[in-house]
């Protein structure tokens, strides 16, 4: 087996594609749709965001200190597209596609009502990194669509929810479980 040596670059793939709510009051909330992004921490609940300062969208999230995770499913796909490649400050992207803004129950910046997971984020530290500021911030609160719960269990069921992942420029329908975490280790049963 050969391998190819390639310049360093962002092949650290596939990643989730979500759609940032932003904003304090309806004339300046906007949607940007992003892939760079993660979870950072486990307690406190940390994730963060990369945005260029050029985007419409930057000085919203500088200025308020607050946004929404909306995870995207296959439905959402055209939307989370069309938000990642249209700007802000030109259309007003929620009417544009369809989505409906609600109430966050800590934040002031929406959520998206079709998301079927909103994660509500306080930014705690604005990092200057090169191309893309990283906004690093703490869950306060996580909304999820009823709609995807086990009524046995309580947990919710991801794979039902019909996320998307973006890979590459491309995006994608998350596939069939192959496994489970700890699976690898687990004992048979006999």
């Not at 995870?71 to 939307?79: C, D, G, N, R, V």
Request: glycine letters at 8%.
């Amino acid at each position: 087996m050969a391998k190819i040596l390639w310049k360093p670059g962002t092949m650290l793939y596939p990643l989730p594609a979500i759609m940032v709510s932003c904003g304090h009051n309806p004339d300046e909330y906007n949607i940007i749709t992003i892939a760079w992004t993660g979870t950072v921490n486990t307690n406190p609940p940390m994730v963060y965001i990369s945005v260029r300062p050029s985007r419409h969208s930057y000085n919203i999230l500088k200025n308020t200190g607050d946004f929404v995770i909306n995870l995207t499913t296959k439905e959402l796909a055209f939307a989370t597209d069309w938000n990642g490649v249209k700007s802000g400050k030109d259309y007003d992207k929620a009417k544009e596609t369809s989505l409906t803004y609600g109430k966050s129950s800590i934040v002031k910046s929406p959520i998206i009502m079709e998301s079927p997971v909103n994660i509500e984020c306080k930014i705690t530290q604005i990092i200057p990194l090169g191309t893309h500021d990283m906004f690093l911030a703490e869950v306060v609160a996580v909304q999820a669509d009823d709609k995807f719960l086990n009524p046995e269990t309580g947990v919710f069921d991801m794979q039902k929810a019909g996320l998307i992942a973006y890979s590459h420029g491309k995006y994608y329908e998350l596939g069939k479980l192959i496994g489970h975490f700890g699976y690898s280790v687990k004992k048979q049963k006999k």
